[in-house]
């Protein structure tokens, strides 16, 4: 089945600077790869996705790049703000959806 | 738009009792989805809803864990008798359409389950 890895698993940056998160795949057969948002105490929030056919896709200050040869897929956030703080997961979908591990955001003030 | 609905909220029960979960999917979507989220770690796919029938239980430890979609609406997940590693966020999603887990999955709040 899809294996997901993801990285770094924490990251902190300073407020107004970039964040990039990091995931690789296994199954060729992935199609749809998704970047959820989840905050203290609730449920994933759906950020940005991409599908197999794309290979960038742009949502104001969050980006999502996809190298299918490569088989990893990167989530970008740009003038980052303390409210960016989160976990955040991707997950890669051939038919049922794999998630990573996490990686907690700290934006510093 | 209203969102997933789950309750309770939080649980908490003693190993060997039994525990269930309820959910409400968005309006009109046909597919649910079950997870188990374990402290540290990103969500497990437990089992997935096209309308009532099931698509996918591999993961669902059929020996305690239960779940039903009676009418293709609501759902119930359902542990008996539960074990102290079962406590986890169990968090319900749903999608318009689709049996390829390519669609949109919008979760709810989920249900913090603590077993003692």
């Known amino acids: 089945g899809e294996n997901v890895e993801q990285h770094p698993s924490t990251l902190s940056v300073q407020e107004g600077d970039s964040a990039v998160i990091k995931c690789t795949y296994s199954?060729?057969?992935?199609?749809?790869f998704p970047w959820y948002k989840q905050e203290l105490g609730k449920g994933p929030q759906l950020i940005i996705d991409?599908?197999?056919?794309?290979g960038e896709k742009k949502d104001q200050r969050i980006a999502v790049t996809l190298n299918k040869t490569a088989k990893h897929f990167s989530l970008h956030i740009t003038e980052t703000q303390p409210e960016d703080s989160a976990v955040y997961f991707c997950?890669?979908?051939?038919?049922?959806?794999?998630f990573g591990a996490g990686t907690r955001l700290t934006v510093k003030p | 738009e209203a969102g997933v609905a789950q309750s309770p909220r939080y649980k908490i029960i003693e190993k060997r009792q039994s525990v269930a979960f309820w959910c409400n999917p968005i309006?009109?979507?046909?597919?649910l989805y079950w997870y188990q989220q374990i402290l540290g770690q990103g969500p497990k796919l437990l089992i997935q809803?096209?309308?009532?029938?099931?698509?996918?239980d591999s993961q669902l430890p059929k020996d305690r864990f239960s779940a039903e979609r009676l009418k293709g609406v609501d759902s119930t997940l359902k542990i008996q008798p539960a074990k102290l590693e079962d406590s986890a966020v169990y968090l319900c999603?749903?999608?318009?359409?689709?049996?390829?887990?390519?669609?949109?999955?919008?979760f709810g709040p989920g249900t913090r389950l603590t077993v003692t």
């Open positions: 999603a749903s999608s318009l359409a689709g049996t390829s887990g390519s669609y949109e999955q919008y």
């Open positions: 199954d060729s057969a992935s199609n749809y």
């Open positions: 991409i599908r197999s056919n794309v």
């Open positions: 997950a890669a979908s051939p038919n049922d959806m794999r």
């Open positions: 309006s009109g979507h046909a597919t």
């Open positions: 809803f096209q309308n009532n029938g099931v698509v996918d």
